[in-house]
């Protein structure tokens, strides 16, 4: 069971703009949860993009940008490059000294 | 220039033991909670264990408490992860990370295969 929830699959066209969404199976993330977005390539370890809701980590392009939408934490990537093409992982911070990552989006650029 | 190398990984047979360990530079080890996370081959990101910068509060996924045990060496830089009674299911790429709230900064990774 799932308990931080990401769609599985999501695709964006060249120039687009994405927004990955990580949620809770029962109730609402807010700020409190600390959400973190990381981007992963194959073969690679993955790199934090945003961390605390929205505050981007160093060297991050200002294309991507992190909020919290309808209940859910958000990860939105404007201007998509052939680059960006990944798999995305959300992850809360659930109390507890406990956090949990959502099951990923793997994201196409096509 | 802020470096996370992990090491210790190898081939272990179900129900035997290993030990991780991570050396950390760039930045003040000390000031800093850490994380272990791994992924199985093919699979999703696991948060595994974390550990204050004092070592006074330390915390575990349920797939790893009693099995697992996390430490660190503040004096050394160095982070651990001792894991015993190891199963299948451990298999997986051990990272190692350096406090999440604050901009997660992340290892290579080391791989760790339980097999007979």
């Known amino acids: 069971q799932t308990v931080v929830t990401q769609e599985p699959s999501f695709s964006v066209s060249p120039g687009g703009t994405v927004t990955l969404t990580c949620g809770l199976r029962s109730g609402s993330v807010s700020n409190n949860y600390y959400p973190s977005w990381f981007q992963q390539t194959p073969g690679q370890a993955p790199r934090t993009l945003i961390y605390?809701?929205?505050t981007r980590s160093s060297g991050v392009p200002d294309r991507f940008s992190g909020s919290i939408l309808g209940g859910k934490a958000a990860l939105t990537i404007e201007g998509a490059q052939a680059d960006d093409e990944s798999d995305y992982y959300c992850?809360?911070?659930?109390?507890?000294?406990?956090?949990?990552f959502g099951g990923g989006t793997k994201l196409t650029v096509l | 220039e802020v470096q996370l190398v992990e090491s210790g990984g190898g081939l272990v047979k179900p129900g035997g033991s290993l030990g991780l360990s991570c050396a950390v530079s760039?930045?003040?080890?000390?000031?800093?909670?850490m994380n272990w996370v791994r992924q199985a081959p093919g699979k999703g990101l696991e948060w595994v264990s974390s550990i204050s910068s004092t070592s006074s509060n330390i915390y575990y996924a349920d797939s790893v408490k009693g099995r697992f045990t996390i430490s660190r060496d503040n004096a050394k830089n160095s982070l651990y992860l001792q894991m015993n009674s190891l199963r299948a299911e451990d298999t997986a790429v051990y990272y190692c990370?350096?406090?999440?709230?604050?901009?997660?900064?992340w290892g290579q990774g080391t791989l760790v295969t339980v097999s007979s």
């Open positions: 605390n809701t929205n």
């Open positions: 992850i809360l911070y659930m109390g507890g000294g406990i956090w949990v």
């Open positions: 990370l350096r406090e999440i709230v604050s901009g997660a900064r």
């Open positions: 760039g930045f003040t080890f000390s000031s800093y909670a």
